[in-house]
Antibody
Framework: QITLKESGPTLVKPTQTLTLTCTFS??????????VGWIRQPPGKALEWLAL???????HYSPSLNRRLIITKDTSKNQVDLTMTNMDPVDTATYYC??????????WGQGTLVTVSS | EIVMTQSPATLSVSPGDRATLSCRAS??????LAWYQQKPGQAPRLLIY???TRATGVPARFSGSGSGTEFTLTISSLQSEDFAVYYC????????FGQGTKLEIK
């Protein structure tokens, strides 16, 4: 059974750096073809893909947010971190991590709401 | 960036009736298209991938079709648990989502 759970601060100030952790179980991020992605959703709005890391440490980023994002993994801990710099109120959203396989995000965490406010 | 456009924004349908949701891509995504269902306060759930393949555990009343730039999600006989927001997502060139269609009870 694949499960994922996001954790991190619920409130950050503008210009601060956000780091979120995705802790997962039921799969290994050392298995060929497997990845973990991050997707966010502002309140009442649509989904936006942010970043994706693969079993071989290949990393992909949203072109529009590329300069602000860093994704890393710790295979031994079954964790993936997402760091986003220079946070702004427009970055207020629920942040999801998701299991990725065969090009789709097939299992999602419950999400964590991050509010950016001074 | 490939832009995904869903229509209508809101669809009102009676339980037991058929619902047809549309998704258009700004350029061809071949069949690299997925559909997700999202209920209030929940994470999205994968329904369809490869434009027409149901994900594990998805009821047969859900079906997807299309290729290139035009796609359709059909729910053949709406159940109460199907009223939700539906998103299409292309994965032909990075990953972009549509703005969603809210399926509400008529």
């Amino acid at each position: 059974q694949i499960t994922l759970k996001e954790s991190g601060p619920t409130l950050v100030k503008p210009t601060q750096t956000l780091t979120l952790t995705c802790t997962f179980s039921g799969f290994s991020l050392s298995t060929s073809g497997v990845g973990v992605g991050w997707i966010r959703q502002p309140p009442g709005k649509a989904l936006e893909w942010l970043a994706l890391i693969f079993w071989d440490d290949d990393k992909h980023y949203s072109p529009s947010l590329n300069r602000r994002l860093i994704i890393t993994k710790d295979t031994s801990k079954n964790q993936v971190d997402l760091t986003m710099t220079n946070m702004d109120p427009v970055d207020t959203a629920t942040y999801y991590c998701a299991h990725y396989y065969a090009s789709v995000f097939d299992y999602w965490g419950q999400g964590t709401l991050v509010t950016v406010s001074s | 960036e490939i832009v995904m456009t869903q229509s209508p924004a809101t669809l009102s349908v009676s339980p037991g009736d058929r619902a047809t949701l549309s998704c258009r891509a700004s350029q061809s995504v071949r069949i690299n298209l997925a559909w997700y269902q999202q209920k209030p306060g929940q994470a999205p759930r994968l329904l369809i991938y490869g434009a027409s393949t149901r994900a594990t555990g998805v009821p047969a009343r859900f079906s997807g079709s299309g290729s290139g730039t035009e796609f359709t999600l059909t729910i053949s006989s709406l159940q109460s648990e199907d009223f939700a927001v539906y998103y299409c997502q292309q994965y032909n060139n990075w990953y972009t989502f549509g703005q969603g269609t809210k399926l509400e009870i008529k």
